[in-house]
């Protein structure tokens, strides 16, 4: 069963924009919090940002402090990241992650390239 579908990845030049789109499956309840991983080629995978359910408290990574933007949307069960001024050293997969009653789940991944 799927519980996590991430959209919203693809190719883009330096200094643009993609907003990542993840669907949380409602059967997943009690969300603690969703988060966006990515992991880049022969790199360990890297928390990117994350949102506290309730308290709607971000963090990010440095490396995207100031250009990526997490949010979540209760009604729709979905937490987006807007990614502005792109850089290549973004280039990965990005994974949808939610933690709730101490389990984890992880979307599929979706490709974001970014071109020099």
């Known amino acids: 069963q799927v519980q996590l579908v991430e959209s919203g990845g693809g190719l883009v030049q330096t200094g643009g924009s993609l907003r990542l789109s993840c669907a949380v499956s409602?059967?997943?309840?009690?969300?603690?919090?969703m988060a966006w991983y990515r992991q880049a080629p022969g790199k360990t995978r890297e928390l990117v940002a994350r949102?506290?359910?309730?308290?709607?408290?971000?963090n990010y990574a440095d490396s995207v402090k100031g250009r990526f933007t997490i949010s979540g949307d209760n009604a729709k069960s979905t937490v987006y990241l807007q990614m502005n001024s792109l850089k290549p050293e973004d280039t990965a997969v990005y994974y949808c992650n939610v933690f709730s009653n101490f389990r984890y789940y992880w979307g599929q991944g979706t490709q974001v390239t970014v071109s020099s």
């Open positions: 409602r059967t997943i309840l009690s969300i603690n919090y």
């Open positions: 949102i506290t359910s309730g308290s709607g408290n971000t």
